[in-house]
């Protein structure tokens, strides 16, 4: 049986603001399915009573002195953007129609 | 025939450059004819910046002219995985949603080496944002193995790799998240460095999977990786994950090992590795590892059988947690304020845009590791995959942490197998994850590790690798360095014919 459907996989590329074909859909619903299905073997290990080990060195918040001091200058960060207006980062409109 | 300037070591060319036998531009400009004359074949750089990397030459040769004391590899050109940030020089990660993209700043490591006085020639390929073993799933283009042209240099560092082998840089950068330095090495006959994660800062790498990313060298030998980690390595305040301690003593490491002895040093095999068999390894390169391992117990290396039980969940932990974090690392491209736009004609939504930017911005296995990342992070099975992927990371990591307990450093193939032809392992993507095999481990304990050129099977290079504990960086060049002193040549000395 597999693993994740087609339609899930649908709903993933909706998720992950991604546009699928159909003929994209076929192939990542069948090419995840084999990967998943390679990855059930982790649920056999008993992790009953194990930490989750989310970074293999220990974190520990940095601070810095409160003091000011030059960031990016604006125009160098916006020449990077696809679209620009008024010195701000012009996007499409937000709201359809209807809304 | 006297030796050619490109055929010399980083360390060679730095001594050369400071004892005024050779200019900084002169061994930048002949690794720049070497790029004009093999690269149109090999493929490794996307972008060059020779005017760039000709001007720094010259700033060091002027510096040393006047008597400053500059880093041990100053005048030394470099080339630099397409991964870094370069301010003023286009970066793309290999991906068409950052194809027209000049930063305008560069990351702690490429400031390093700008202070450092190593000249940048250019950028090198990859697979796109680092995710893939082979370099064919670049968006500009396959790199070519410089040993046989039909064949996969390695990923993702491939260009990195094949820029080294081919002699078009002495030394590179790459960026090892399961395997992307060590792995190119091994098929292209160079060396490759992990460092200890959180070693060498993470600030200005374009990032894939945060808590394994690694930047390290590649090289032709132990010592000019040492030197380039040394000069690379080092806390960074604006990393959160960097280390806050000094830069590993890597050189003297190699410096150690490069007299061959290695009485007092015990090397563990795992098990589990060992059993290649099941894994898919292939008997060549079984046999040149077993080589290797004479080798060292001929330099005096104890060797034992180490059993790390949890290995064979490494692959699945790996390929849960990698792909959930770049996901999320991901997002950033949305089509608003750097890379590519798509769509946006006045008839589709902020948020159709930024579907059709990703859409057409990310190439197959972005899209698919997106997609196994977005499921295993979604409501419902965060638990079942990326919860239990990393509670198995906690035990792969104690099982290591049992291992150096008994042993100096472990030895392993650093590959299953040797370079294979292009397009042999695209149809199915769990037979290219598992290239990867041997070297995720590392990166889930977060250790370093380094792929030494051990010998050839089928006329391809195999590569052996050394795993050490956390923070003991020295001792995997102390063993790389004494495993090279057995070869005469060295295989890395060895210039593949590049053919067309």
């Given at each position: 049986?597999?693993?994740?459907?087609?339609?899930?996989?649908?709903?993933?590329?909706?998720?992950?603001?991604l546009e699928?074909?159909e003929?994209?859909?076929d192939?990542?619903?069948?090419?995840?399915?084999?990967?998943?299905?390679?990855?059930?073997?982790?649920?056999?290990v008993d992790?009953?009573?194990?930490?989750?080990?989310?970074?293999?060195?220990?974190?520990?918040?940095?601070?810095?002195?409160?003091?000011?001091?030059?960031?990016?200058?604006?125009?160098d960060?916006?020449?990077?953007a696809?679209d620009t207006?008024e010195d701000?980062?012009r996007?499409?409109q937000?709201?359809?129609?209807?809304? | 025939?006297?030796?050619?300037?490109?055929?010399?070591t980083?360390?060679?060319l730095?001594d050369?450059?400071?004892?005024?036998?050779l200019?900084?531009?002169?061994?930048?400009?002949?690794?720049?004819?070497?790029?004009?004359?093999v690269?149109d074949?090999v493929?490794a750089?996307?972008?060059?910046?020779?005017?760039?990397?000709l001007k720094?030459?010259?700033e060091?040769d002027?510096a040393?002219?006047?008597?400053?004391?500059?880093?041990?590899?100053a005048?030394?050109p470099i080339a630099?995985?397409?991964?870094?940030?370069?301010?003023?020089?286009?970066t793309?990660?290999?991906?068409?949603?950052l194809?027209?993209?000049?930063?305008?700043y560069?990351?702690?490591?490429?400031?390093?080496l700008r202070?450092a006085?190593?000249?940048i020639?250019?950028?090198?390929?990859?697979?796109?944002?680092?995710?893939g073993?082979?370099?064919e799933?670049?968006?500009?283009?396959?790199?070519?193995?410089?040993?046989?042209?039909?064949?996969?240099?390695?990923g993702s560092?491939?260009?990195?790799?094949a820029?080294?082998?081919?002699?078009?840089?002495?030394?590179?950068?790459?960026t090892?998240?399961?395997?992307?330095?060590?792995?190119?090495?091994a098929?292209?006959?160079t060396?490759?460095?992990?460092?200890?994660?959180?070693?060498?800062?993470?600030?200005?790498v374009v990032?894939?999977?945060?808590?394994?990313?690694?930047p390290?060298?590649?090289?032709?030998?132990?010592?000019d990786?040492?030197?380039?980690?040394e000069?690379?390595?080092?806390h960074?305040?604006r990393?959160?994950?960097s280390?806050?301690?000094?830069?590993r003593?890597?050189?003297e490491?190699?410096?150690t090992?490069?007299?061959?002895?290695?009485?007092?040093?015990?090397?563990?095999?795992?098990?589990?590795?060992?059993?290649?068999?099941?894994?898919g390894?292939?008997?060549g390169v079984?046999?040149a590892?077993?080589a290797g391992?004479?080798?060292?117990i001929?330099?005096?290396?104890t060797?034992k059988?180490?059993s790390v039980?949890h290995?064979r969940?490494?692959?699945p932990?790996?390929?849960?947690i990698?792909?959930s974090?770049?996901?999320?690392?991901?997002?950033?491209?949305?089509?608003?304020?750097?890379?590519l736009?798509?769509?946006?004609d006045g008839k589709?939504s902020?948020?159709?845009?930024?579907s059709?930017t990703?859409?057409?911005g990310?190439?197959?296995?972005?899209?698919?590791?997106i997609m196994?990342?977005?499921?295993?992070?979604?409501?419902?099975?965060?638990?079942q995959?990326y919860?239990?992927?990393?509670?198995?990371?906690?035990l792969?990591?104690?099982?290591?942490?049992?291992?150096?307990?008994?042993?100096?450093a472990?030895?392993?193939?650093t590959t299953?197998?040797?370079?294979?032809?292009?397009?042999?392992?695209?149809a199915d993507?769990?037979?290219m994850y598992?290239?990867?095999?041997y070297?995720?481990p590392?990166?889930l304990y977060g250790?370093p590790?380094?792929?030494?050129?051990?010998?050839?099977?089928?006329?391809?290079?195999?590569?052996?690798?050394?795993?050490g504990?956390?923070?003991?960086?020295?001792?995997?060049y102390?063993i790389?360095?004494?495993l090279?002193?057995?070869q005469?040549?060295?295989?890395?000395?060895?210039?593949?014919?590049?053919?067309?």
């Amino acid at each position: 049986m597999s693993t994740i459907s087609r339609d899930e996989v649908a709903h993933l590329a909706r998720l992950a603001r991604l546009e699928v074909t159909e003929s994209e859909l076929d192939s990542f619903a069948d090419q995840l399915d084999v990967i998943l299905d390679s990855m059930k073997s982790l649920s056999e290990v008993d992790t009953d009573g194990v930490e989750p080990t989310s970074q293999s060195v220990p974190l520990i918040n940095v601070f810095r002195e409160d003091q000011p001091h030059t960031s990016l200058e604006r125009d160098d960060v916006l020449a990077g953007a696809p679209d620009t207006a008024e010195d701000r980062f012009r996007v499409p409109q937000i709201l359809s129609e209807e809304e | 025939m006297s030796e050619r300037i490109i055929d010399k070591t980083a360390a060679e060319l730095a001594d050369d450059i400071r004892d005024g036998k050779l200019t900084s531009v002169e061994v930048t400009q002949a690794f720049l004819d070497r790029i004009a004359e093999v690269d149109d074949t090999v493929g490794a750089f996307l972008t060059l910046d020779a005017e760039g990397a000709l001007k720094a030459a010259a700033e060091v040769d002027t510096a040393l002219g006047a008597g400053e004391r500059l880093s041990p590899l100053a005048g030394v050109p470099i080339a630099v995985k397409d991964l870094f940030v370069t301010k003023g020089l286009r970066t793309t990660a290999s991906s068409k949603i950052l194809e027209d993209w000049i930063p305008p700043y560069d990351g702690t490591i490429v400031s390093r080496l700008r202070q450092a006085g190593l000249p940048i020639l250019g950028k090198t390929n990859l697979d796109e944002f680092a995710m893939g073993s082979s370099t064919e799933y670049s968006a500009f283009g396959a790199t070519k193995n410089p040993w046989d042209t039909d064949r996969i240099p390695g990923g993702s560092g491939g260009g990195s790799a094949a820029a080294v082998s081919a002699r078009m840089a002495p030394i590179a950068l790459g960026t090892d998240t399961g395997g992307s330095i060590r792995q190119p090495g091994a098929v292209t006959g160079t060396f490759g460095g992990k460092p200890t994660y959180g070693s060498n800062s993470r600030y200005g790498v374009v990032a894939f999977s945060s808590s394994l990313d690694t930047p390290g060298p590649v090289s032709r030998n132990a010592l000019d990786g040492a030197l380039l980690n040394e000069i690379i390595s080092g806390h960074d305040e604006r990393d959160s994950t960097s280390i806050p301690q000094d830069v590993r003593p890597v050189a003297e490491g190699a410096r150690t090992g490069a007299t061959g002895d290695l009485d007092g040093v015990t090397l563990g095999v795992v098990k589990e590795f060992a059993d290649g068999s099941a894994q898919g390894a292939e008997a060549g390169v079984l046999e040149a590892y077993q080589a290797g391992v004479e080798q060292l117990i001929k330099l005096g290396a104890t060797v034992k059988e180490i059993s790390v039980p949890h290995f064979r969940y490494a692959l699945p932990t790996y390929y849960l947690i990698a792909p959930s974090e770049a996901s999320s690392n991901l997002a950033r491209y949305d089509s608003v304020r750097y890379g590519l736009r798509a769509g946006d004609d006045g008839k589709h939504s902020l948020e159709q845009v930024m579907s059709l930017t990703r859409e057409a911005g990310f190439g197959p296995e972005v899209k698919r590791r997106i997609m196994l990342g977005t499921y295993a992070l979604s409501a419902g099975y965060i638990d079942q995959f990326y919860g239990q992927a990393q509670k198995v990371r906690t035990l792969i990591k104690r099982d290591f942490d049992a291992a150096f307990e008994q042993v100096d450093a472990l030895i392993s193939p650093t590959t299953p197998f040797v370079a294979f032809p292009f397009g042999s392992r695209t149809a199915d993507p769990y037979q290219m994850y598992l290239s990867d095999l041997y070297t995720i481990p590392s990166n889930l304990y977060g250790g370093p590790a380094v792929s030494v050129p051990t010998g050839l099977s089928e006329g391809m290079p195999v590569g052996l690798q050394v795993m050490g504990p956390v923070m003991r960086d020295e001792v995997c060049y102390r063993i790389a360095a004494a495993l090279e002193t057995t070869q005469s040549p060295l295989l890395a000395d060895t210039v593949p014919e590049i053919e067309e």
